[in-house]
């Protein structure tokens, strides 16, 4: 399947990550730090946050997330709308996933935050209103689409109240429900396209 958009996101953010793991200056230039936000103006933080990431396994899974369902999701918004459309819909769901993270840590000099996880999440969730049905591998282990949903959901709230794991799960939810948001005022036909889809289980 042709997606350049989503294959050059993939290349961008891996080059940049991998030269940020080795440049701490880089890193710390990226990476989303609230207070450079709230003083000095960095709004550009709010989107280059998501193109550093932890470690190379924090790297490998949102790209290799992004490479299954960004292709999905760009052809599809691509033949509704435009080629515009995926590369809007990814910049801000960087920016929007990342939001209440930055609201609520604002005045915090030691929060920090990095990866693509909230977009990536974005992007995921609309495949999921599309193709609720769909077989999903999570850690080698098949289930549908939905169900992995209700789970990630119910997994992401539960660890965002314990913390204590180092990983922004309040992003992981605000990127879901932006990716759901985003398809349904895009086309409202969507929510009865994922009713019809959901009424009909299949599981292959």
């Known amino acids: ?3 350049p958009i989503t294959l050059l996101l993939i290349a961008a953010t891996c080059v940049v990550s991998l030269i940020a793991l080795r440049t701490p200056s880089l890193l710390m230039r990226l990476i989303l730090w609230p207070p450079a936000i709230d003083r000095h103006r960095q709004y550009d933080r709010l989107v280059t946050y998501g193109f550093i990431h932890a470690d190379i396994w924090h790297l ?3 790209m290799f997330t992004l490479f299954f369902f960004g292709r999905q999701i760009e052809g599809w918004m691509a033949e509704q709308k435009g080629p515009w459309v995926f590369p809007l ?6 920016v929007v996933s990342i939001l209440p993270t930055y609201l609520k840590h604002q005045k915090d000099p030691n929060y920090r935050s990095l990866g693509a996880s909230g977009a990536v999440s974005a992007v995921l969730f609309a495949f999921i209103l599309l193709a ?3 077989t999903i591998g999570v850690f080698f282990i098949p289930m549908p689409a939905i169900v992995f ?5 119910a997994y992401s709230i539960w660890m965002d109240k314990r913390g204590g794991d180092n990983i ?3 992003a992981h939810l ?4 932006y990716g759901v948001l985003f398809l349904v005022v895009m086309d409202a036909e969507v929510v009865q396209h994922f009713l019809q889809e959901l009424s009909r289980p299949s599981f292959g």
Request: charged share 0%.
């Open 60 to 62: 490998f899974f949102n």
């Open 174 to 177: 605000a990127g879901a429900a």
């Open 132 to 134: 609720p049905w769909a």
């Open 149 to 153: 949903a209700v789970l990630y959901i």
């Open 89 to 94: 819909f990814y910049f801000s769901a960087l």
């Open 1 to 3: 399947m042709t997606a």
């Open 168 to 170: 922004n799960h309040g």
